[in-house]
């Protein structure tokens, strides 16, 4: 199971921090990711660390902005997000696969949390 939280409004250029703790299943075996949905939009890749926490992978729009962490002793993976967009504007989920590979489409995921509300205005 996947909670996730940590979604609010803010203004343009703030910053939000994510949390998605996990449980009932053996977390470090699992590469995390985050996606988001925006209205009207599918579901895009955001983010995903491998399971060591070493190796990390963005999206083009994202990157240089926000910050994909784990600890692995909480079950816990996080998304420090600075410099934040309207456009960045979305319900954001985290998920878990066990795929050697890190960028992954949301089918390709095993587990899903619940979706967090990340609203930027301009």
């Known amino acids: 199971q996947l909670q996730a939280s940590g979604g609010g409004l803010v203004q343009t250029g703030a910053s939000l921090r994510l949390s998605c703790a996990a449980s009932?299943?053996?977390?470090?075996?699992?590469?995390m990711v985050w996606f988001r949905q925006a209205p009207g939009k599918e579901r895009e890749f955001v983010a995903a660390?491998?399971?060591?926490?070493?190796?990390?992978y963005y999206a083009d729009s994202v990157k240089g902005r926000f910050t994909i962490s784990r600890d692995n002793a909480k079950n816990t993976v996080y998304l420090q997000m600075n410099s934040l967009k309207p456009e960045d504007t979305a319900v954001y989920y985290c998920?878990?696969?066990?795929?050697?590979?890190?960028?992954?489409?949301?089918?390709?995921?095993?587990?899903w949390g619940q979706g967090t509300q990340v609203t930027v205005s301009s």
């Open positions: 009932g299943r053996p977390f470090s075996t699992y590469v």
């Open positions: 660390i491998s399971r060591s926490g070493i190796s990390t």
């Open positions: 998920a878990a696969h066990r795929l050697q590979t890190m960028y992954v489409s949301p089918t390709e995921c095993d587990y």
